[in-house]
């Protein structure tokens, strides 16, 4: 009996045969993962007798097989050819079959993910990835689905901005530029905007960071909780709190000063409510780098005669520059991607973000959005890669090989006491916004008729169920992928060199700086046409909320492996541990914390997202920020803040069973991955 040489393409023969005869190679529109009785007229069987094409796949399958028995020397060169030539085919008669109102199918996904293995396994075995099949096959995996899921739905945005029915035309985006005669104003307010959050949320979380890391009060505690409240909140719950304080009926401005007026709709309220919203994210970047700061540094200064006051200013201030600057850099983006805040408290101060979102919905022109989303997408990008630049290329190095000495210097009294007092006063008015969106879901009507009523919670257990049920099922399967997908790519780059390694790292962290709208048309765009047909599914959704949270995962992972000895991982192997034992008992139970906050901060994330699904939800899968949207679009503020309230709670019970599991110290690292991702 022949022996089998090549288990992996002997596998991959039989798993691509079985696909070939059993498993549905294309689906019908919305069943992605329908395997019924009816289905199997769609394997690549049945389909050969239209599409011969499939007899190559069939083909493939045996010459795998054949290789699987061959002689080593000749494995190399057959399994990367054949691997290249399967997930060709595989492509192509997927998008010959996948006609609408059929799409790809289980058996594509199939055959795709057993060529990408066969050709891992020979770039594994000819030395083009120094790694084995898994890694290699990782890898490859990885490199696909970003690709499909990052780069192609942005492709899809620039294609829609520069093509119409007559062809290639890039003077389409010029000409739709100048039908848009509101462009200048509405860039313009979206830098300034941009531009001032970012100063004011950097100087909020320098006085933060200073007064939790520097002070010598017990209240620093209370401080870093601050740091919780941008995570467990919707994008847009600060907007509406600021509405009840400020707005028409606002408690501040109609109860307490009489006064009748929307001033608070427009540049100011964005300002107040971005600012409220992303100073605690200035704050994480700015705390960690103060507390890395060397006490040596200052306590030389100090020794040199120079004062307190002195030291501050030209010892410990200027070593906080780069963390100034990734947190200015930071709030910039976030600024330009809020999607919530805008939509509830812009009126008629238009920004980009929101332009798209009414391209799409009320002028039904998907080439201005796009090409709005094309402007969009250029400011936040040349921002993260300011970022990048400023944080590769100047060295603030404070941490080197030896043990810092010392302890840190304590802020000078009267910077003390004034840092103390600002946190103070700026904690009481945050929390105020906060308990107001928990009191505007027990009143009847906001400023109208403020009686006590449990209606807006009846109305929400009554009506508003199945979106919530929906919103935590699709988070909590997308939370374990999320975190899976994001610990498995830190893992690759971090403990593997391989070409692409670099390209493959910025486009998974790409994610971060695209703004959700552009997400958000971009797979409108991609996906709501053969062969990759989503639209309208749960898929889509979960799919979103895996890319656009992926980055969680990487902080998380690439954190908690930096902190781990490669030794470990090579003592194994030279005890003749497999990888796979490898990974499972001594990788995976040293990144645990890391696992579990990524898990923890990816359902977090999805449960609060909406400024990329709002354009993906349909009648069928409904998620609770939409609903909350709409809510405060009607002006149904009670209805809205009991929603916002029972989320709120939901995200604080998740963090704090995160803090329980994991502990004090990964929990700090889990929110700071959370909250910067």
Same mark, same amino acid.
């Given at each position: 009996?022949?022996?089998?040489?090549?288990?992996?393409?002997?596998?991959?023969?039989?798993?691509?045969?079985?696909?070939?005869?059993?498993?549905?190679?294309?689906?019908? *529109?919305?069943?992605?993962?329908?395997?019924?009785?009816?289905?199997?007229?769609?394997?690549?069987?049945?389909?050969?007798?239209?599409?011969?094409?499939?007899? !190559?796949?069939?083909?493939?399958?045996?010459?795998?097989?054949?290789?699987?028995?061959?002689?080593?020397?000749?494995?190399?060169?057959?399994?990367?050819?054949?691997?290249?030539?399967?997930?060709?085919?595989?492509?192509? !008669?997927?998008?010959?079959?996948?006609?609408?109102?059929?799409?790809?199918?289980?058996?594509?996904?199939?055959?795709?993910?057993?060529?990408?293995?066969?050709?891992?396994?020979?770039?594994?075995?000819?030395?083009?990835?120094?790694?084995?099949?898994?890694?290699?096959?990782?890898?490859?995996?990885?490199?696909?689905?970003?690709?499909?899921?990052?780069? %192609?739905?942005?492709?899809?945005?620039?294609?829609?901005?520069?093509?119409?029915?007559?062809?290639?035309?890039?003077? /389409?985006?010029?000409?739709?530029?100048?039908?848009?005669?509101?462009?200048?104003?509405?860039?313009?307010?979206?830098?300034?905007?941009? !531009?001032?959050?970012?100063?004011?949320?950097?100087?909020?979380?320098?006085?933060?960071?200073?007064?939790?890391?520097?002070?010598?009060?017990?209240?620093?505690?209370?401080?870093?909780?601050? +740091?919780?409240?941008?995570?467990?909140?919707?994008?847009?719950?600060?907007?509406?709190?600021?509405?009840?304080?400020?707005?028409?009926?606002?408690?501040?401005?109609?109860?307490?000063?009489?006064?009748?007026?929307?001033?608070?709709?427009? $540049?100011?309220?964005?300002?107040?409510?971005?600012?409220?919203?992303?100073?605690?994210?200035? $704050?994480?970047?700015?705390?960690?780098?103060?507390?890395?700061?060397?006490?040596?540094?200052?306590?030389?200064?100090?020794?040199?005669?120079?004062?307190?006051?002195?030291?501050?200013?030209?010892?410990?201030?200027?070593?906080?520059?780069?963390?100034?600057?990734?947190?200015?850099?930071?709030?910039?983006?976030?600024?330009?991607?809020?999607?919530?805040?805008?939509?509830?408290?812009?009126? #008629?101060? #238009?920004?980009?973000?929101?332009?798209?979102?009414?391209?799409?919905?009320?002028?039904?022109?998907?080439?201005?959005?796009?090409?709005?989303?094309?402007?969009? /997408?250029?400011?936040?990008?040349?921002?993260?890669?300011?970022?990048?630049?400023?944080?590769?290329?100047?060295?603030?190095?404070?941490?080197?090989?030896?043990?810092?000495?010392?302890?840190?210097?304590?802020?000078?009294?009267?910077?003390?006491?004034?840092?103390?007092?600002?946190?103070?006063?700026?904690?009481?008015?945050?929390?105020?916004?906060?308990? $107001?969106?928990?009191?505007?879901?027990?009143? #009847?009507?906001?400023?109208?008729?403020?009686?006590?009523?449990?209606?807006? %919670?009846?109305?929400?257990?009554?009506?508003?169920?199945?979106?919530?049920?929906?919103?935590?099922?699709?988070?909590?399967?997308?939370?374990?992928?999320?975190?899976?997908?994001?610990?498995?790519?830190? %893992?690759?780059?971090?403990?593997?060199?391989?070409?692409?390694?670099?390209?493959? *790292?910025?486009?998974?962290?790409?994610?971060?700086?695209?703004?959700?709208?552009?997400?958000?048309?971009?797979?409108?765009?991609?996906?709501?046409? +053969?062969?990759?047909?989503?639209?309208?599914?749960?898929?889509?959704?979960?799919?979103?909320?895996?890319?656009?949270?992926?980055?969680?995962?990487?902080?998380?992972?690439?954190? @908690?492996?930096?902190?781990?000895?490669?030794?470990? #991982?090579?003592?194994?192997?030279?005890?003749?541990?497999?990888?796979?034992?490898?990974?499972?008992?001594?990788?995976?139970?040293?990144?645990?914390?890391?696992?579990? +906050?990524?898990?923890?901060?990816?359902?977090?994330?999805?449960?609060?997202?909406?400024?990329?699904?709002?354009?993906?939800?349909?009648?069928?899968?409904?998620? +609770?920020?939409?609903?909350?949207?709409?809510?405060?679009?009607?002006?149904?503020?009670?209805? @809205?803040?009991?929603?916002?309230?029972? !989320?709120?709670?939901?995200?604080?019970?998740?963090?704090?069973?995160? %803090?329980?599991?994991?502990?004090?110290?990964?929990?700090?690292?889990?929110?700071?991955?959370?909250?910067?991702?």
């Amino acid at each position: 009996m022949t022996a089998v040489r090549s288990p992996a393409c002997m596998i991959g023969g039989l798993g691509l045969l079985l696909t070939w005869v059993l498993v549905p190679f294309v689906s019908r *529109e919305g069943g992605l993962f329908s395997l019924g009785r009816g289905d199997q007229a769609l394997t690549a069987l049945h389909l050969s007798a239209s599409f011969p094409g499939f007899w !190559l796949l069939m083909g493939l399958a045996v010459l795998w097989m054949v290789l699987g028995l061959a002689r080593p020397d000749r494995l190399e060169r057959g399994a990367i050819w054949g691997g290249v030539i399967g997930c060709l085919l595989v492509l192509w !008669l997927t998008r010959t079959a996948g006609v609408k109102p059929y799409a790809f199918g289980p058996g594509a996904l199939l055959a795709l993910g057993t060529c990408l293995l066969v050709l891992a396994f020979g770039l594994s075995r000819a030395g083009y990835i120094r790694a084995d099949t898994f890694v290699a096959a990782s890898i490859l995996a990885l490199g696909f689905f970003i690709f499909l899921f990052i780069l %192609y739905p942005l492709f899809s945005v620039l294609r829609q901005s520069v093509m119409d029915e007559r062809g290639l035309r890039p003077e /389409l985006l010029l000409e739709t530029l100048g039908r848009y005669t509101a462009l200048m104003r509405v860039v313009r307010n979206s830098l300034g905007l941009a !531009l001032f959050v970012g100063v004011t949320s950097t100087l909020i979380g320098l006085a933060f960071a200073l007064a939790a890391a520097r002070s010598r009060s017990s209240l620093t505690v209370i401080l870093r909780a601050f +740091s919780l409240l941008p995570i467990i909140t919707p994008p847009f719950v600060v907007g509406l709190s600021i509405i009840l304080l400020f707005g028409l009926q606002g408690f501040v401005t109609s109860r307490l000063l009489g006064l009748q007026t929307r001033g608070i709709f427009g $540049f100011p309220g964005l300002a107040l409510a971005q600012t409220l919203s992303f100073a605690p994210v200035a $704050f994480l970047v700015i705390a960690s780098v103060v507390e890395s700061v060397n006490p040596a540094l200052e306590e030389a200064s100090l020794t040199l005669r120079a004062g307190p006051w002195e030291t501050f200013w030209k010892v410990t201030l200027p070593l906080l520059r780069p963390g100034l600057a990734n947190a200015f850099l930071l709030t910039i983006i976030e600024s330009l991607a809020d999607f919530g805040n805008p939509i509830v408290l812009g009126g #008629e101060f #238009e920004v980009l973000s929101t332009e798209i979102y009414f391209s799409i919905i009320g002028r039904f022109d998907q080439t201005l959005a796009a090409t709005l989303g094309l402007i969009l /997408l250029s400011f936040s990008l040349t921002t993260f890669l300011l970022q990048r630049y400023w944080l590769g290329e100047r060295s603030y190095v404070t941490v080197t090989g030896k043990p810092p000495s010392g302890t840190a210097m304590p802020l000078p009294r009267g910077l003390e006491i004034g840092l103390l007092t600002f946190c103070g006063l700026w904690c009481l008015f945050t929390l105020t916004v906060y308990a $107001f969106v928990a009191f505007g879901g027990f009143v #009847e009507i906001w400023g109208i008729n403020n009686a006590f009523t449990l209606r807006h %919670y009846h109305q929400l257990l009554r009506d508003g169920m199945d979106a919530l049920q929906t919103t935590l099922l699709l988070a909590a399967i997308s939370a374990p992928l999320t975190a899976a997908v994001g610990i498995l790519l830190a %893992y690759v780059v971090v403990r593997h060199d391989f070409a692409g390694r670099g390209a493959l *790292e910025f486009t998974s962290m790409l994610s971060f700086a695209v703004p959700g709208t552009v997400i958000g048309i971009g797979y409108i765009l991609a996906f709501n046409q +053969s062969p990759f047909l989503l639209t309208g599914t749960a898929s889509i959704i979960v799919i979103s909320f895996i890319f656009r949270n992926m980055p969680v995962g990487i902080r998380s992972g690439v954190a @908690a492996l930096a902190q781990i000895d490669r030794a470990l #991982e090579e003592a194994s192997v030279t005890l003749r541990a497999s990888f796979a034992t490898t990974i499972r008992r001594v990788v995976l139970p040293l990144i645990r914390p890391a696992i579990i +906050s990524a898990l923890v901060f990816s359902f977090v994330r999805a449960v609060t997202a909406i400024s990329a699904v709002v354009f993906l939800v349909s009648a069928k899968w409904q998620l +609770s920020t939409k609903v909350i949207l709409d809510q405060a679009e009607n002006g149904r503020y009670g209805l @809205a803040t009991a929603y916002s309230t029972v !989320l709120i709670v939901i995200m604080a019970v998740a963090i704090a069973g995160m %803090y329980l599991a994991v502990g004090k110290r990964a929990a700090v690292g889990g929110l700071e991955g959370g909250g910067l991702a």
